[in-house]
């Protein structure tokens, strides 16, 4: 019993609810505090209207409810602007006090004010207690008791408490209601029990239908806030994971430059930008041998964490079949039948890869559905090489990959891309375009293969003006710098 009580009290299900419970109780205590000097005001403009007869209620009496009425409204409204509503315990004497004023109006206005009893009610479920509910709804309902009490005795009652007078009989009512029925040899008792039966319980039905909707309101603001809590606790769980898997998946690639600073042969840079905490983007460079560099640029057909997965069995598959020696060719075709095999996610991937004789410059590469890849001799500009076409990796088994010669003299440059960077696009949806690409590469054609990864990134970044990547970004740039005999 004690523990049911206490899960209908306990509202913190953790620090983090915690602050936010508070700061809605907070929040709860601002609008009861304003809900509390509208009713001062609206008690305030009824007690000059009394005054100048609009109403009918005993002047008297009317002064005493004024007074009484506005010294509880300001005292519990002095203490939160003290308190700034931080405490805890202002809900309760606010509540409290409210619903003792409204008691009072009730009682001197019983056939007109039913609705006032629900207002403490409903605002007590603003602050997602079931418990605080139950408190305010149990005393509303010994409010509304005492006031009908009060109003049999002290106020006015309705004619419809009693039954119709005789046909004929006229009556004039001389002070009270009360006092006339009275008069009339109404028995008090009589006029207290038909209070009850006609006034009493048709009001504690509306009024308990009333709390019952409040009390689901506190319960379903409070299951809210846990759901948030929860849906945020495990996004924040797949945060640090994708957060994981973004530094795992950075880690797989060629990250440092320069990456063989031994070597002066070349120079290579790469960057990749994805469109989620993890793509399907990736690039890799290695040497098969002392003389030979194989280079990789590939985009898998999804994004986010399956390309991610996908993308890792591919690099893996790519390097080890490389190091093993064949073609480019060979190496895809190999690759594409072992993906064939097992890719029940019926994902593929693009490739560009080649490997280059860094004694001679001589390339050998094959294109399994990739973009084209772009070539600068060392006094001239980047132009686009159409480079003949194969299939993607991952469609179909048994696919003959075709290889492809070239050869970089010293000085000459290689750009390798996936199709994020040409198609990336504005807030008009315009497509970057390999043209503009190519012309941001030209800027500075001469120039580091950082330093023209970099133009091509400003350039992009110009272009789409903050509009939201939609794929992934891999760029790499190779120059050739010639052989040392040394």
Not at 28 to 46: D, H, K, P, Q
Not at 63 to 88: D, H, R, T, W
Not at 149 to 178: C, D, K, M, Q, W
Not at 350 to 366: C, H, N, Q, S, Y
């Amino acid at each position: 019993m004690v523990d049911r009580l206490k899960k209908y009290f306990t509202v913190y299900g953790s620090e983090d609810t915690k602050r936010i419970f508070k700061k809605n109780e907070v929040e709860s205590n601002r609008l009861v505090a304003i809900v509390m000097a509208a009713c001062g005001v609206i008690l305030i403009v009824a007690w000059i209207l009394n005054m100048f007869g609009v109403f009918t209620l005993d002047k008297h009496r009317m002064n005493m409810l004024a007074i009484q009425g506005l010294f509880e409204l300001a005292f519990p409204l002095v203490l939160y602007f003290i308190f700034k509503g931080q405490k805890s315990w202002l809900k309760y004497l606010m509540v409290i006090c409210l619903l003792v004023v409204l008691t009072r109006l009730f009682s001197a206005l019983n056939h007109n004010v039913i609705l006032i009893m629900t207002i403490p009610v409903l605002l007590s479920s603003r602050y997602f207690s079931r418990g605080f509910t139950y408190i305010i709804s149990a005393l509303s309902i010994m409010s509304l008791l005492v006031g009908t009490i009060s109003a049999a005795y002290f106020g006015i009652v309705g004619l419809n408490f009693f039954p119709p007078l005789a046909e004929g009989t006229n009556v004039v009512i001389h002070g009270t209601l009360r006092e006339s029925l009275l008069t009339l040899g109404g028995d008090p008792n009589e006029i207290l029990v038909r209070s009850l039966i006609h006034g009493f319980l048709p009001r504690l039905l509306v009024f308990m239908i009333i709390t019952m909707i409040a009390v689901l309101i506190a319960q379903h603001g409070y299951n809210m806030v846990i759901e948030q809590e929860r849906v945020a606790t495990a996004s924040a769980k797949v945060k640090i994971e994708l957060d994981s898997a973004n530094r795992i998946q950075n880690g797989v690639v060629p990250n440092i430059f320069p990456p063989f600073p031994e070597r002066t042969e070349f120079d290579i840079y790469a960057a990749m930008y994805t469109a989620k905490e993890v793509g399907g983007d990736f690039y890799d460079f290695f040497f098969v041998d002392d003389d030979h560099l194989a280079i990789v640029v590939a985009d898998v057909s999804d994004k986010g964490v399956p390309a991610a997965l996908f993308m890792m069995a591919a690099k893996i598959l790519i390097s080890d079949r490389a190091l093993m020696g064949g073609t480019p060719g060979e190496i895809l075709g190999f690759v594409n039948n072992r993906i064939c095999k097992n890719n029940k996610a019926e994902m593929f991937v693009t490739v560009w890869l080649g490997i280059i004789d860094l004694k001679t410059g001589k390339g050998i590469a094959a294109n399994a559905g990739h973009e084209y890849p772009v070539f600068r001799d060392r006094n001239g500009e980047y132009e686009v090489l159409k480079d003949n076409h194969s299939f993607i990796v991952g469609g179909m088994e048994n696919v003959r990959y075709k290889d492809y010669e070239f050869t970089l003299k010293n000085g000459d440059a290689l750009f390798l891309y996936t199709d994020g960077v040409p198609e990336a696009n504005n807030s008009e949806h315009e497509l970057f375009s390999t043209e503009r690409m190519v012309d941001a590469l030209n800027k500075n054609s001469s120039a580091s293969p950082e330093e023209l990864i970099g133009t091509v990134k400003i350039e992009l970044d110009n272009f789409v003006q903050g509009y939201d990547q939609s794929d992934d970004i891999t760029m790499v740039s190779f120059r050739y710098n010639g052989y040392n005999t040394d």
